[in-house]
């Protein structure tokens, strides 16, 4: 497991990832600093490569790091494409 494109992200989803998938993609090694940094950021890979996992862990990742009691309200708007 690539530790350091994982070191932004919390324990849990660390672990989670490392017993689900082993290894991060070259797009999530190359992807998850900017995401996590919270920069503007394209994934331009193949088809399976984990575009889709690398920027929608960091978003599921902050979500569950959340404080409890915060106030309602949108805190991620994600748009995927259906069809490539």
């Given at each position: 497991m690539?530790?350091?494109?994982?070191?932004?992200?919390?324990?849990?989803?660390?672990?989670?990832?490392?017993?689900?998938?082993?290894?991060?993609?070259?797009?999530?090694?190359?992807?998850?600093?900017?995401?996590?940094?919270?920069?503007?950021?394209?994934?331009?890979?193949?088809?399976?490569?984990g575009k889709t996992l690398a920027a929608f862990l960091a978003c599921l990742d902050r979500l569950g790091a959340a404080p409890a009691g915060r106030p309602p309200g949108v805190r991620v708007v994600y748009v995927s494409p259906l069809k490539a």
């Open positions: 690539d530790a350091v494109a994982l070191a932004a992200f919390q324990p849990a989803t660390r672990r989670w990832f490392a017993e689900t998938f082993g290894a991060p993609t070259a797009v999530q090694v190359a992807g998850w600093p900017p995401i996590t940094d919270g920069q503007h950021t394209l994934l331009l890979a193949p088809t399976g490569s």
